[in-house]
Nanobody, 122 residues
Framework: QVQLVESGGGSVQAGGSLRLSCVAS?????MGWFRQAPEKEREGVAA????????DYSDSVKGRFTISRDNGKRTLYLQMDSLKPEDTAMYYC??????????????????WGQGTQVTVSS
């Protein structure tokens, strides 16, 4: 079992920035960030491979969000810049036990954190 604990969420005005962190009980090859707004399905935001060699972003955040990881600290990050009201959601960190392309697709991941709320006001 991989335990994941997110932090860094909060409320910010449009155009602002937030940095999310996720500490894992141990590192997994693929890790990702996902989000879910009320009454919407969970969607992929970004994913990263074990040695940060590959990343995958949803079109809606490409150019604004940056995923990174520090394996020594077993920590995953999501730097979110130029935030928009439509980015408002609960953000989840996830880890996959699978080896292969690390894609931001929820079905690919086995372990999930409890989430951290991000609210962007206009």
């Amino acid at each position: 079992q991989v335990q994941l604990v997110e932090s860094g969420g909060g409320s910010v005005q449009a155009g602002g920035s937030l940095r999310l962190s996720c500490v894992a009980s141990y590192s997994s090859y693929c890790m990702g960030w996902f989000r879910q707004a009320p009454e919407k399905e969970r969607e992929g935001v970004a994913a990263i491979s074990g040695y940060s060699s590959t990343t995958d972003y949803s079109d809606s955040v490409k150019g604004r969000f940056t995923i990174s990881r520090d394996n020594g600290k077993r920590t995953l990050y999501l730097q979110m810049d130029s935030l928009k009201p439509e980015d408002t959601a609960m953000y989840y960190c996830a880890a996959s036990t699978k080896m292969g392309p690390c894609l931001a697709k929820p079905g690919y991941y086995d372990y999930w954190g409890q989430g951290t709320q991000v609210t962007v006001s206009s």
